[in-house]
């Protein structure tokens, strides 16, 4: 069964950074990119970037350069995301999900991480 | 960025009715390859977005063949095909041929 575990949820004080896992399983993880979106809240999704394991290559929406960092650890089948220079208005739920190197997008989504920035 | 268009924003349905989901593209979604990225998720409250559609028409493993997708160029539409009780919930159309990857603003289906 594919499974896409993400870490819990964050309570995180602005300035500060926060770091998110999303651990595979259930499939070969370097046949597939991982994504990540946010969805601020009551609103509608935003693609953040993705990583491809197989060869540690990323690529970012322009939107979240220098605000998110995407990685992976291959020998744990597991995907990170860290933020940096935490703001309100980067308090989301983030997801990852998996992609294909064919056009089979999403077809897996972790449960989502809610990240709240406050004092 | 390509914005995508999702109309109607709330869409009002009574068990069994059919319905459709139109979303429209600021640029043509057919790729230099042939294919046209364009993809349908739904997110029932509380949970994370469930493909439904990819590649305009084709269904997902597991989604029931009430659901279908159409169009081509920058017009695509999602059709129900008699709505059930568990279809309800925000409906996003995405795209992955123009980067940054963009979606609409959703669609949610509510009950009559």
């Known amino acids: 069964e594919v499974k896409l575990q993400q870490s819990g949820d964050e309570l995180v004080r602005p300035g500060a950074s926060v770091k998110m896992s999303c651990k595979a399983s259930?499939?070969?993880?370097?046949?597939?990119?991982m994504h990540w979106v946010k969805q601020s809240p009551g609103q509608g999704l935003e693609w953040i970037g993705t990583?491809?394991?197989?060869?540690?290559?990323?690529s970012y929406n322009q939107k979240f350069k220098g605000k998110a960092t995407l990685t992976a650890d291959k020998s744990s089948n597991t995907a990170y995301m860290e933020l940096s220079r935490l703001t309100s208005e980067d308090s989301a739920v983030y997801y990852c999900?998996?992609?294909?190197?064919?056009?089979?997008?999403?077809?897996?989504w972790g449960q989502g991480v809610m990240v709240t920035v406050s004092s | 960025d390509v914005v995508l268009t999702q109309t109607p924003s709330i869409l009002s349905a009574t068990i069994g009715q059919s319905v459709s989901i139109s979303c429209r593209s600021s640029?043509?979604?057919?790729?230099?390859?042939?294919?046209?990225?364009l993809y349908w998720f739904l997110q029932r409250p509380g949970q994370s977005p469930q493909r439904l559609i990819y590649?305009?028409?084709n269904l997902g493993s597991g989604v029931p063949n009430r659901f279908s997708g159409s169009g081509s160029g920058t017009d695509f539409t999602l059709k129900i095909s008699g709505v059930e009780a568990e279809d309800l919930g925000v409906y996003y159309c995405?795209?992955?041929?123009?980067?940054?990857?963009?979606f609409g603003g959703g669609t949610k289906l509510e009950l009559k």
């Open positions: 999900a998996r992609a294909p190197y064919s056009a089979d997008y999403f077809d897996y």
């Open positions: 259930g499939y070969t993880f370097t046949d597939y990119a």
């Open positions: 990583i491809i394991p197989l060869i540690d290559t990323t």
């Open positions: 640029q043509s979604l057919l790729d230099s390859d042939g294919n046209t990225y």
């Open positions: 590649l305009v028409s």
């Open positions: 995405m795209q992955a041929t123009h980067a940054p990857w963009t």
